[in-house]
């Protein structure tokens, strides 16, 4: 069968929109699963290596900054591959929109690094419900989470080894956390 040229385009069109909606890319939403659920089987995917779950904004000055200092004084600095970091992106400030999120990936370019685009705000809901950090606003944001490796995730992932926000004001906190890990296996 001969396609013509619309229909290529629109084949090729649908075969890349599979693969960025294929799991691993961390690029929008799945429809079949919450960006939650989807953290969760990650999660528990990676038992046996630390875990730190980042939640950001895609423009906000103080979030893509915190992203950067992970990225260089976290995962550069600590080049263990035990290290899973799961960057969840969702829309806080004015300017934030799944269009910022493609430029924000790439302050956490470490293939460690799993991204998810979480539109509904869900994962930051859930953090400000289950993990009490004294935060008072409806969604917790420019935060992280760091689990140790054999944290399972079921109603909860457990008790973080340390959390921290905003994360450049608690910066120091993952640093020390980090630096005194054992080597994951």
């Known amino acids: 069968m001969r396609l013509g040229k619309g229909r290529t385009l629109l084949l090729f069109l649908g075969a890349w929109g599979l693969l960025l909606l294929a799991p691993g890319n961390g690029v929008l939403l799945r429809a079949e699963t919450s960006v939650l659920e989807q953290l969760k089987t990650q999660f528990n995917q990676d038992k046996g290596a630390y875990r730190l779950v980042v939640l950001v904004s895609p423009t906000c000055p103080q979030c893509t900054s915190g992203a950067g200092?992970?990225?260089?004084?976290?995962?550069?600095?600590?080049?263990?591959?035990?290290?899973?970091?799961?960057?969840?992106?969702?829309e806080m400030i004015e300017g934030d929109s799944?269009?910022?999120?493609?430029?924000?990936?790439g302050l956490l370019p470490d293939k460690r690094v799993t991204h998810y685009w979480d539109q509904p705000?869900?994962?930051?809901?859930?953090?400000?419900?289950?993990?009490?950090?004294?935060?008072?606003?409806?969604?917790?944001?420019?935060?992280?989470?760091?689990?140790?490796p054999e944290a399972v995730w079921e109603d909860q992932p457990g008790p973080p080894v340390t959390w921290g926000r905003t994360i450049l004001k608690d910066r120091q906190k993952l640093a020390d956390a980090v630096a005194s890990l054992r080597p994951a296996r």
């Open 69 to 90: 200092w992970i990225q260089e004084y976290i995962l550069k600095r600590n080049p263990d591959p035990n290290v899973k970091v799961y960057a969840v992106w969702y």
């Open 98 to 105: 799944p269009t910022a999120y493609p430029e924000a990936r």
């Open 121 to 148: 705000k869900e994962v930051g809901r859930w953090y400000l419900d289950a993990v009490p950090t004294g935060y008072a606003g409806p969604i917790q944001w420019d935060a992280f989470y760091l689990y140790n």
